[in-house]
């Protein structure tokens, strides 16, 4: 990690807890069946999205050094990516949403590093660096849509989640990662994407994390910009399936001016898009979001914030209309004609003010939860936090004072004042209490013998979200994923193919050129008859070379491919088209 950021000063702002998500690269484990793999999507992907990309894709291309001929290396990426000031780094297939979200908000660009098979050329469900790299990367050379990008992964972190998110998540990240390894039966598949279906159909009332995942996965991944009549690509789904990105234009697929309304439309990451919404430019993207933002919890607060957390069962935070934040796992909350009178926690807890941790209020002193109520004194018109110091020692809400709180929903705090802590502004934030004790209808919430009572002031919840205020006040650096992505051992027949493939990139590099091409041919005909990309590669070399011999014997062999393998038969013909149509490429 050290050398990565060393080349790239955007990642030197990353905490601690998101940089337990990154891995190295390991550039030297691609083979070069995976580097032909890449060769060939690339090549397709700019002759097609040439005519039907959003222009920034190509200038991207060319502004974040991607090559059309190799992976890309990271490394390489992050000196460029530098000057408009976004980083890359590589991770393991999906990672948790709030993690993705809050890497984009910090610039950086998350990159599955490695590359789907070649059985899986056309589409795969898993990330890898086919669609982040080729598909994420490019785009966000326009300044316009990096600032979209940015603000989302933002706004995004802040999403509180349901429990039922976290194992969709996993179902998700489990059946990415079994349809992409080699080998895996079509039953487990099947099974797999069964519960993914299931729990899909089962997820209740969908969080604010779902919402905006839905929105993500319409602008980020499969958008559409310009007009509906004539829509451009712009999604990384889209710009990296050289599959669907050629369907999507047909009218097989309906266009939808872009609205709030698709974040209650929900997708199927296995199956092509039977819709696609449209954007008018970039900058409209930015409105949507914000008109959502408007409606989440953290802009909102209230009552339903508070339940948002609770039905989470995840860390997560509320703000106080003083400023005060409370960051813990909340568990419950007394109501009153629906509104909020009084917030509980169960286990480690912490307060801060504007995202830094009060003194002495972090989770050693708040170890088994923390409880507070919210609202005015009943029969006060003024707020506890409104009050000026008069008016707080003519309340008795003074050090050393021993007086009984009575709130407006019923709650009582009734102890000896200790001391109290005020805002920037100078309003009162907390009050510490000895003796003390909190009830509520003859209920006791906090009993003398418990210690010292922290009290929270705020006549209001303004803000709920999903994570702690303070990064600091919890030990974020825990996870663990379920499992990770298949690499089996390689069959020595394999490994034999994967050295003829090399032979053939050395060729085209100028590395090797005494190769003999055709013997490469013989042997690939005789010992490994059904693979399709090599003779395509060998082609290639051959018709720029005008050897008629060899490009007849090619074309034979690839007939009998396509005789036999029917569903490659497209590939081949797309492979050749471009060779023919003698494309030029950067």
Same mark, same amino acid.
């Given at each position: ?7 790239? @000063? ?127 990367? %490019?785009?966000?050379?326009? %300044? ?37 390894? *080699? ?47 004539? @829509? ?107 509104? @909020? ?25 708040? *170890? ?5 109520? $919210?609202?005015?004194?009943?029969? $006060? ?66 009993? @003398? ?138």
């Amino acid at each position: 990690m050290k050398s990565l950021i060393e080349l790239n @000063p955007v990642l030197q702002k990353l905490p601690e807890h998101l940089r337990q998500f990154i891995k190295p690269q390991n550039y030297e484990e691609y083979s070069a069946i995976d580097q032909a793999v890449w060769r060939y999507v690339m090549r397709k992907n700019v002759n097609f999205l040439s005519k039907v990309a959003h222009k920034s894709y190509l200038e991207g291309l060319q502004k974040t050094g991607i090559s059309i001929d190799s992976i890309p290396n990271m490394y390489g990426m992050n000196r460029i990516l530098k000057d408009i000031g976004w980083a890359a780094v590589a991770v393991d297939g999906f990672i948790p949403p709030n993690a993705f979200m809050e890497f984009q908000a910090y610039n950086v660009l998350v990159i599955a590093s490695d590359i789907r098979q070649l059985e899986h050329i056309e589409y795969t469900p898993a990330p890898d660096i086919i669609h982040e790299g080729a598909g994420h990367a %490019p785009i966000i050379a326009n %300044p316009e849509y990096a600032e979209y990008l940015r603000r989302f992964g933002e706004i995004g972190c802040k999403a509180i989640s349901s429990a039922k998110d976290y194992e969709l998540y996993e179902a998700v990240r489990h059946l990415s990662i079994i349809k992409e390894a *080699p080998n895996t039966s079509k039953n487990d598949i099947a099974s797999a994407e069964k519960k993914v279906e299931e729990l899909q159909e089962n997820m209740g009332m969908p969080s604010e994390m779902a919402l905006i995942r839905n929105l993500h996965w319409w602008t980020v991944e499969y958008g559409l910009i310009g007009s509906v009549e004539n @829509p451009k690509i712009y999604g990384a789904g889209l710009l990296s399936s050289i599959g669907e990105s050629e369907w999507c234009m047909t009218n097989a697929v309906k266009k939808l001016p872009y609205t709030i309304e698709a974040t209650y439309q929900n997708f199927d990451i296995t199956k092509p898009q039977p819709q696609l919404f449209v954007t008018p430019d970039f900058a409209h993207l930015s409105l949507v979001l914000e008109e959502f933002a408007n409606t989440m919890a953290v802009r909102k607060g209230g009552l339903s914030g508070v339940n948002k957390l609770i039905n989470s069962k995840a860390l997560g935070t509320v703000e106080l209309s003083t400023g005060i934040q409370i960051s813990g796992v909340f568990t419950s909350v007394i109501e009153n004609e629906d509104n @909020p009178i009084y917030i509980q926690t169960t286990g480690k807890t912490a307060l801060a003010y504007r995202e830094k941790e009060l003194v002495g209020h972090g989770c050693e002193t708040h *170890p088994k939860g923390f409880g507070c109520p $919210i609202g005015k004194l009943k029969g $006060i018109n003024i707020a506890i936090e409104d009050m000026s110091p008069r008016d707080l020692a003519a309340y008795n809400i003074y050090e050393e004072q021993i007086v009984t709180l009575e709130f407006e929903g019923g709650i009582t705090v009734s102890g000896e004042i200790i001391t109290g802590k005020r805002n920037l502004q100078g309003k009162i934030i907390l009050i510490s209490f000895k003796n003390c004790t909190v009830s509520y209808n003859n209920k006791i919430l906090f009993k @003398p013998s418990w210690g010292i009572y922290d009290m929270a002031v705020g006549k209001d919840i303004v803000s709920a979200f999903s994570g702690p205020a303070d990064l600091n006040s919890f030990n974020l650096v825990t996870h663990i994923p379920s499992e990770k992505t298949i690499h089996i051992k390689k069959s020595e027949e394999q490994l034999k193919l994967e050295t003829l493939y090399q032979q053939i990139r050395d060729y085209r590099v100028g590395k090797n050129t005494i190769i003999s091409r055709t013997k490469v041919l013989e042997n690939l005909i005789e010992n490994h008859p059904k693979d399709w990309l090599l003779p395509i590669e060998i082609y290639e070399l051959a018709y720029t070379s005008n050897e008629e011999n060899l490009c007849k014997g090619i074309l034979n062999h690839l007939e009998k491919i396509k005789q036999n393998r029917p569903e490659v038969g497209k590939l081949i013909d797309d492979g050749l088209k471009i060779i023919q149509n003698k494309m030029v490429y950067n």
